[in-house]
């Protein structure tokens, strides 16, 4: 039985997950370790960095108990029975490979860092998302082992989504280990089932061979990704044609072979993972010499950065064909609701166009202004950011809502449409609000994939 788990990496995944595990399993000591102090130190002091719901809670019901949070990863990895790497793996944006494959330099190093510094035998678990066939790469370091030194890998890919963490590692759909068929293999899955079963129904932790449980992770991003870039395709024929975004989802949703989940169509799906992992998956197809397949799933990207794209040309047609020196606020940064995340957020690329065009740019977001602020701070003088979304509107001549945080929906609309330019455009990027009665109010509404609601 496992009594000591270190994580290696204390970001979005690392944190939630040990502190799931660390309350789940209270006869475990479960430390996470990190390069970066600043994260570490707000961890440990029970203030997480990053903005989950719940997770506040969950971490502090560990802390001090069961789960501690640490610089110093080195003498962690020497005392850990069982580590799981979760460090970051973007694209790389370098050499062969640039644009595509992942960047697995802080993986590689930790995989050096445990060959160095283990003292017994562990089993080291990938929590991040990796090219199939790394832990037969992380496997190949570790052959070079000291006298004494035994290695297990695993793949426990995670399939937690940002702003719903807490509840998806309660309570997972699934849970996936992949590791080698031979005894020492099957042991170490065994050990990694006996932690997750501790609240995980047994007949939801699946076990596969380790590359089964490296693709499955691409794959099933792939498809999520692939449902919101043709729900966003059929949004596009919609605006076209004068069908609804919203009756078509509903009609396609209820047959229960399709289902209704992810079917929203909006301005792009962001976050770090979803583009990443398909240009991960494109590069492994071209790597296999499978270009038709690569092209496949390549436009699932595409799609989403014609969406962008579309959602601009849109606003700048409507208004009069020039946005220059005109005023528009931006409902939303993060890259979806109960989020501070910003990472490939759709806003993001929608920004740096309407800043092309010499549009004022005003942001508001309930948790990731400081994110935006990180990105366009020093950019231009024609970017500013609002806490208050009321006073983002002031002056505006458009509002472009691009991010679904619920609290939007309640705003007061005719206070915000009173304080804006005439003609006041609003454009919802995440068909959040209810455009007749915006409409009512005055406002020339443009939603994703529906009819416009206009005067002009
Ligand atoms: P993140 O950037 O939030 O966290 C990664 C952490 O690893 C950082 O704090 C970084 O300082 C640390 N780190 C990097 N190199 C290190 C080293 N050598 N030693 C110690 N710490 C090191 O990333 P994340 O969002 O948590 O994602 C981690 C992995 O999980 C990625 O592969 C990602 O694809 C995958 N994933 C992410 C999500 C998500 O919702 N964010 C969900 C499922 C899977
Ligand atoms: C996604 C997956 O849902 C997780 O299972 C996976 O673990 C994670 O990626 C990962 O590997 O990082 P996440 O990116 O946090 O999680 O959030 P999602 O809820 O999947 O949303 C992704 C993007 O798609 C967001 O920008 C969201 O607004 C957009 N989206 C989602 C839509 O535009 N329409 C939808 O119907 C659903």
Same mark, same amino acid.
């Given at each position: 039985?496992?009594?000591?788990?270190?994580?290696?990496?204390?970001?979005?995944?690392?944190?939630?997950?040990?502190?799931?595990?660390?309350?789940?399993?209270?006869?475990?000591?479960?430390?996470?370790?990190?390069?970066?102090?600043?994260?570490?130190?707000?961890?440990?002091?029970?203030?997480?960095?990053? /903005?989950?719901?719940?997770?506040?809670?969950?971490?502090?019901?560990?802390?001090?108990?069961?789960?501690?949070?640490?610089?110093?990863?080195?003498?962690?990895?020497?005392?850990?029975?069982?580590? /799981?790497?979760?460090?970051?793996?973007?694209?790389?944006?370098?050499?062969?490979?640039?644009?595509?494959?992942?960047?697995?330099?802080?993986?590689?190093?930790?995989?050096?860092?445990?060959?160095?510094?283990?003292?017994?035998?562990?089993?080291?678990?990938?929590?991040?998302?990796?090219?199939?066939?790394?832990?037969?790469?992380?496997?190949?370091?570790?052959?070079?082992?000291?006298?004494?030194?035994?290695?297990?890998?695993?793949?426990?890919?995670?399939?937690?989504?940002?702003?719903?963490?807490?509840?998806?590692?309660?309570?997972?759909?699934?849970?996936?280990?992949?590791?080698?068929?031979?005894?020492?293999?099957?042991?170490?899955?065994?050990?990694?089932?006996?932690?997750?079963?501790?609240?995980?129904?047994?007949?939801?932790?699946?076990?596969?061979?380790?590359?089964?449980?490296?693709?499955?992770?691409?794959?099933?991003?792939?498809?999520?990704?692939?449902?919101?870039?043709?729900?966003?395709?059929?949004?596009?024929?919609?605006?076209?044609?004068?069908?609804?975004?919203?009756?078509?989802?509903?009609?396609?949703?209820?047959?229960?072979?399709?289902?209704?989940?992810?079917?929203?169509?909006?301005?792009?799906?962001?976050?770090?993972?979803?583009?990443?992992?398909?240009?991960?998956?494109?590069?492994?197809?071209?790597?296999?010499?499978?270009?038709?397949?690569?092209?496949?799933?390549?436009?699932?990207?595409?799609?989403?950065?014609?969406?962008?794209?579309?959602?601009?040309?849109?606003?700048?047609?409507?208004?009069?064909?020039?946005?220059?020196?005109?005023?528009?606020?931006?409902?939303?940064?993060?890259?979806?609701?109960?989020?501070?995340?910003?990472?490939?957020?759709?806003?993001?690329?929608?920004?740096?166009?309407?800043?092309?065009?010499?549009?004022?740019?005003?942001?508001?977001?309930?948790?990731?202004?400081?994110?935006?602020?990180?990105? /366009?701070?020093?950019?231009?003088?024609?970017?500013?950011?609002?806490?208050?979304?009321?006073?983002?509107?002031?002056?505006?001549?458009?509002?472009?809502?691009?991010?679904?945080?619920?609290?939007?929906?309640?705003?007061?609309?005719?206070?915000?449409?009173?304080?804006?330019?005439?003609?006041?455009?609003?454009?919802?990027?995440?068909?959040?609000?209810?455009?007749?009665?915006?409409?009512?109010?005055?406002?020339?509404?443009?939603?994703?994939?529906?009819?416009?609601?206009?005067?002009?």
């Amino acid at each position: 039985m496992i009594s000591r788990i270190l994580c290696i990496g204390a970001g979005y995944v690392g944190g939630p997950t040990m502190a799931v595990i660390a309350k789940h399993c209270p006869t475990v000591q479960v430390v996470v370790a990190d390069i970066n102090k600043e994260r570490v130190a707000a961890w440990q002091s029970g203030h997480p960095p990053i /903005f989950e719901p719940g997770l506040q809670e969950v971490v502090r019901a560990s802390l001090g108990r069961n789960l501690r949070f640490t610089g110093d990863v080195e003498h962690e990895i020497g005392e850990a029975e069982m580590i /799981f790497v979760s460090v970051n793996t973007p694209t790389k944006t370098f050499g062969q490979g640039a644009g595509r494959a992942a960047d697995l330099q802080h993986w590689e190093k930790t995989a050096r860092s445990i060959l160095h510094h283990a003292k017994r035998p562990v089993i080291v678990v990938e929590k991040s998302t990796l090219p199939v066939r790394t832990a037969e790469a992380m496997e190949r370091i570790f052959k070079n082992r000291r006298q004494g030194q035994r290695f297990e890998v695993l793949s426990n890919p995670e399939f937690l989504a940002e702003g719903t963490a807490i509840t998806d590692l309660e309570t997972p759909d699934r849970v996936l280990i992949g590791g080698a068929e031979t005894p020492g293999g099957q042991a170490a899955i065994g050990e990694l089932v006996d932690i997750y079963a501790r609240w995980v129904p047994r007949e939801r932790i699946l076990t596969a061979n380790v590359w089964s449980a490296e693709l499955s992770k691409l794959a099933a991003n792939a498809f999520l990704a692939q449902r919101v870039s043709s729900i966003n395709a059929i949004s596009a024929i919609c605006e076209q044609t004068g069908a609804d975004i919203l009756s078509v989802a509903r009609a396609i949703g209820t047959d229960r072979r399709i289902g209704a989940q992810f079917l929203k169509a909006g301005v792009g799906f962001g976050g770090s993972c979803f583009q990443k992992d398909i240009l991960n998956l494109v590069y492994l197809c071209e790597h296999h010499g499978l270009p038709e397949v690569a092209r496949y799933w390549e436009a699932v990207v595409s799609l989403n950065q014609y969406q962008k794209e579309r959602f601009v040309r849109r606003m700048i047609r409507v208004m009069f064909n020039t946005l220059a020196g005109k005023r528009i606020a931006l409902l939303g940064f993060a890259f979806k609701a109960n989020t501070g995340d910003t990472r490939e957020s759709p806003a993001i690329q929608i920004c740096q166009e309407l800043l092309a065009e010499q549009a004022h740019v005003c942001i508001t977001d309930p948790q990731a202004l400081e994110g935006a602020r990180n990105i /366009f701070g020093s950019s231009s003088e024609r970017v500013t950011f609002e806490p208050d979304p009321y006073k983002a509107a002031e002056g505006a001549h458009a509002v472009a809502l691009l991010t679904d945080w619920a609290e939007y929906r309640t705003l007061d609309y005719r206070r915000i449409y009173d304080a804006m330019e005439r003609p006041a455009f609003l454009f919802d990027g995440r068909n959040l609000l209810d455009s007749e009665e915006l409409h009512a109010i005055g406002f020339n509404v443009y939603a994703i994939g529906r009819p416009d609601r206009t005067d002009l």
